[in-house]
C-alpha cells in the first residue's frame, strides 16, 4: 500500500476516533520507500478554518453543510455553541477569553476537531 494512501488512512481513523479513548499501534515498514511527509501539507480537510490565531470572526468554510460549531476549553468545557446549517460561517469569538481552544465542526458525515487560538490584543 502506498505511503499517501496510509497517511489518509490514519488521518480518517484518527478524525473519527480522535475522542475515544482508543490506543492506536502503526507499524512502519522500514524497507518501503516514501517521500517526506508533513501532516499539514497532506491532511485532507474538507474545511477552510482562518484566521488563526483569530481575534474577532473565526471563517469556516466547507465542501458540505456544517450544522453546528462549538468551541470547547482545554479542558473540555463547552464554551459556546454555534448553530448553522450552511456550508460557510463566521463564528464570532469576541466574547470568549484568550486562549488555546478546541473547535468542533458538525456536518451530517464528519465530527471534524481542530485547535485555535483566540487572540485579543
Known sequence: MKPTIILMLLV????NYAQSSH???????????CEALSIESNEYTAFQIYPNP???H???????????????????????????????????VRNIQSG???????TDIEVYNHKIIIRHD
Request: net charge negative; charged share 20%; no cysteine.
Open 54 to 56: 483569530v481575534s474577532t
Open 23 to 33: 490506543t492506536v499501534n502503526v507499524k512502519i515498514d522500514q524497507e518501503e520507500s
Open 100 to 106: 488555546i481552544y478546541t473547535l468542533q465542526i458538525k
Open 58 to 92: 473565526l471563517n469556516i468554510k466547507s465542501f458540505n453543510i456544517i450544522n453546528e460549531v462549538i468551541v470547547y476549553n482545554l479542558i473540555g468545557q463547552e464554551v459556546m455553541k454555534h448553530r448553522v446549517i450552511n456550508d460557510v460561517t463566521a463564528v464570532d
Open 12 to 15: 480518517s481513523f484518527y478524525q
